[in-house]
């Protein structure tokens, strides 16, 4: 099944609603990291240079069903207006599907761009209510979907309103799904995988699924802990899912048996509180005395991780090696940011924390693809077709 693009549509003269993915932070009224309406204009500029008038559409933060002003979309439109050097027509409604709305839409002149009020002003978005998605598809002729973030979840502005419309991908939905699939269909060997973060519940489909294509996988992050328990290490009070025990077990069966290899932090950074400037011990990852916890994988460990990293041809990163947040424990993520960074392998870094990890290294232009869709890469990476995307199917 193949994915239609914006080159599989013609947008002369059209009405096009599109899904981006403006869920951006805003403070005091003005939007503080424009970071997602800036990477939507290279497909609203393509689809206004073809003589479209554009209908936009986004969630933004977690109202409760209904309108609430700290939510509406007044500084979106306002910043995206800057950014675009254009109008942007916006109303505060009751909702994206409210009479107000539906009139103001109607009104909307060839060319120009409108924004709708937050789609979760109305309760009927995320049940994937047909009757939504049958208004919001009213305001246009095609469709176009270009919010990765949201691609995995069947909402009425993600996947109902695909059944409206002919419908097809963005620039930026395209490029994240044909990377990442990429990634799993053809990767160049040696392919490493480095996963890390909170829990493992959060990543074991990650790391099922790619037990099948990746040659090593490196671990870090407090779901390492995890893995040494389950083998009968000493962990103190590290960060553990007790109940994840026997699953550790079983991926570390299921990955000999497999020939990948499994690469867990032979030392860990520890604590006894997470603290800035707290006392650190390094200690072996499963001997770890009682009080203290791992809260970063230790200098041999980044040792090993950077040598096994050298002849990668592709990486792909998701989940800091540590409490990253804090001072001391940014160690093992630094280390590992400069080392994938500096690769000549193709890479890519995924997961929201992660990310923001490599941001603030200041190297994230020198990663092949940082996907910006946490839960939506996670579910592609898991193998799993993403709602939002299957409707842009032939
Ligand atoms: P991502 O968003 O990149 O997918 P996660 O959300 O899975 O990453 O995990 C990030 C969180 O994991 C961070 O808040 C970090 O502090 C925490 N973390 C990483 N290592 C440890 C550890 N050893 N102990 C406790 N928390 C950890
Ligand atoms: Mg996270």
Not at 301 to 316: E, N
Request: charged share 25%; proline share 5%.
């Amino acid at each position: 099944m193949a994915l239609k693009t914006l080159n599989d549509l013609n947008f002369k003269d059209k009405r096009v609603l599109v899904r981006v993915d403006y869920n951006v932070p805003i403070k005091e009224g003005k939007v503080t990291d424009d970071t997602r309406i800036e990477a939507s204009l290279p497909t609203l500029k393509k689809l206004l240079s073809e003589g479209s008038s554009l209908i936009l559409m986004s969630h933004l933060g977690r109202p409760k069903g209904g309108p609430e002003d700290k939510y509406r979309m007044g500084p979106v439109a306002q910043k995206l207006s800057e950014l675009i050097g254009q109008e942007v027509r916006y109303e505060a409604t009751n909702g994206p599907a409210s009479k107000e709305q539906q009139a103001f839409v109607e009104k909307a002149p060839k060319g120009s761009i409108t924004l709708l009020e937050n789609t979760r002003f109305d309760s009927r978005e995320e049940t994937n209510d047909p009757e939504l998605s049958r208004i919001l598809a009213s305001y246009a002729d095609v469709y176009v979907n270009d919010a990765f973030g949201a691609a995995h979840r069947a909402h009425a502005s993600t996947e109902g309103v695909a059944k409206f419309l002919p419908g097809a991908a963005g620039y930026l939905l395209e490029k994240e799904i044909s990377t990442l699939s990429k990634l799993l269909n053809n990767p160049e060997s040696p392919f490493k995988v480095i996963i890390g973060g909170a829990k493992v519940s959060d990543k074991i489909g990650v790391i099922e699924n790619l037990l099948d294509m990746a040659d090593e996988i490196l671990i870090g992050g407090a779901m390492a802990y995890t893995f040494f328990k389950a083998q009968g290490g000493k962990v103190g009070k590290s960060l553990v899912e007790d109940d994840k025990l026997d699953l550790a077990s079983d991926l570390l069966e299921r990955a000999k048996a497999k020939n990948t290899k499994i690469l867990l932090p032979s030392d860990s950074m520890c604590a006894q509180e997470i603290t800035e400037g707290v006392e650190t011990k390094v200690y072996p990852s499963d001997d770890i005395p009682e009080g203290w916890m791992g809260l970063d994988i230790g200098p041999e460990a980044i040792k090993t991780y950077q040598d096994s990293l050298k002849d990668a041809k592709t990486i792909l990163w998701n989940g800091p090696m540590g409490v990253f947040e804090f001072s001391p424990f940014n160690t093992g993520t630094n280390e590992v940011a400069k080392t994938v960074a500096h690769l000549d392998g193709f890479t890519v870094v995924g997961g929201g924390d992660s990310v923001a990890a490599i941001n603030k290294s200041g190297l994230a232009d020198k990663i092949d693809h940082i996907s910006t869709g946490g839960g939506a890469s996670l579910e592609l990476l898991e193998g799993k077709t993403l709602p939002g995307v299957a409707a842009l199917e032939d």
